[in-house]
């Protein structure tokens, strides 16, 4: 479960707090929407559940431990997140060794690291681009491949932002039923910040708005 | 006086003395001096001191770095430190240490003193060069693309450690094969953003017209002349001084 309690946040050099006093809790085994209007401080907050942002006051637990003494690689190993913009986590130099980055860095052996790329880029129709550099696929396939990187980890959490951004129905559909999969059958918590209604009434069990 | 009211024509003159000066000059003494001189200014200036140190704290490895293989590499002078019969430093190699991590020094100092201010200033000052108005354009168009730049860098540097990279705990060459990694999307991406932003700017008149013409004059007041005046005069010092 990850917990949130009493949190305070404001950008350096804005008078107001984009997030004041919010507690909330996300169950593990469950997909969780985040709402709200444009610049209520969703992506805010999802920055701050993985140690991305350092909250003024507050403080944030994953599985009863406090994420302030934890560094990025620790909260890296129980927390997926996807960025909001794909662009800014996709850093290697083929689309395959994109996939492959964290299993490797994990010590998985090179053949499950390959049957493991094989499966995400199948899943996520991008098996004619493992060559590709990343940074120049279109938007949609940004996605896919930067949501293949996050799930190929199978972090006991997902926080991600927007993910059907730029996914067509199709895609959409895929993606929704894995990540109903892996709540129910893994036991994962997943929080989904999202403005998608059709998806989010599809797909979620809960919703959290923010105002 | 606050650097920030001083005429932009002003900063860039005393970037572009201080800047010569640190590479022509050799002594340590009078890169010292320029240092401390430069410091005092922006101390003195309105340059808050946290900004200052967040700054330099950026280039201090590569300083150290530098320093390392200067002391290790530079043969000259007499030897300072032997260890088992095997000269380890210099006098020279010492003194061409000091002198690298000071011209650095020296470069970032100068650049926050003249990066204070509004950057439309200095598009103002490049014009009355007479700089043709798209370079200008582009040089004020990188200035403002450098923070988001440091940005992607971060968040870059973020995503690989959330997959599993841990930068704390790496050795040199692992964060150095990461370093390397990241300058692809980086690269990259301010060139696909460099481009994007051409086309925009064509799409929307730019070069339309030859030349173009500011509403802002840029205005020589009795400060700027003193501040320019009195700097210049001790670089001057220093110059012979250390001549």
Known sequence: ?211 | MKLAAIDARVKLLLLALLSTLALTMKQPAALAALLVLTMVALLFGGVAPVKIWRQTRMILSLIGLLFLLQCLFDRGGEPLLIIGGLTIVTGGGLQAGLVVGLRLLIVVASALLALTGETRDYLLALRWLHLPWEVCYMVQAALRFIPLLRQEAQDTAAAQQMRGCDLKNASWRQRARLYITMLVPITVGALQRAEAMSISMEARAFRSRPGRTSWRRLQMKRDDWLYGLGFVFVLVIIFFVFK
């Open chain 1, 1 to 211: 479960m990850i917990e949130v309690d009493k949190l305070n946040f404001t950008y350096p050099g804005v008078p107001r707090p984009v997030l004041a006093g919010i507690s909330v809790c996300f169950q593990a085994g469950g997909i969780t929407a985040l709402i709200g209007p444009n610049g209520c401080g969703k992506t805010t907050l999802s920055k701050l559940l993985v140690g991305l942002l350092r909250p003024d006051s507050g403080t944030i637990r994953i599985d009863g431990e406090d994420i302030a003494g934890l560094s990025l690689f620790q909260i890296g190993s129980r927390i997926g997140y996807l960025w909001q913009n794909p662009n800014r986590q996709l850093f290697a130099p083929t689309v395959e060794q994109e996939i492959g980055f964290g299993l490797a860095n994990r010590g998985v052996t090179a053949e499950e690291i390959a049957a493991d790329t094989e499966y995400w880029l199948d899943f996520f129709h991008l098996s004619h681009k493992k060559g590709a550099l990343p940074l120049r696929l279109s938007l949609g396939e940004k996605q896919r491949l930067a949501l293949g990187a996050v799930l190929a980890l199978r972090p006991p959490y997902l926080v991600l932002d927007e993910p059907t951004g730029g996914l067509d129905r199709r895609c959409r559909r895929e993606l929704g039923q894995l990540l109903r999969r892996l709540a129910e059958e893994q036991g994962c918590g997943i929080l989904v910040v999202s403005h998608e209604k059709e998806f989010i009434r599809q797909y979620a069990d809960r919703e959290v708005e923010l105002l």
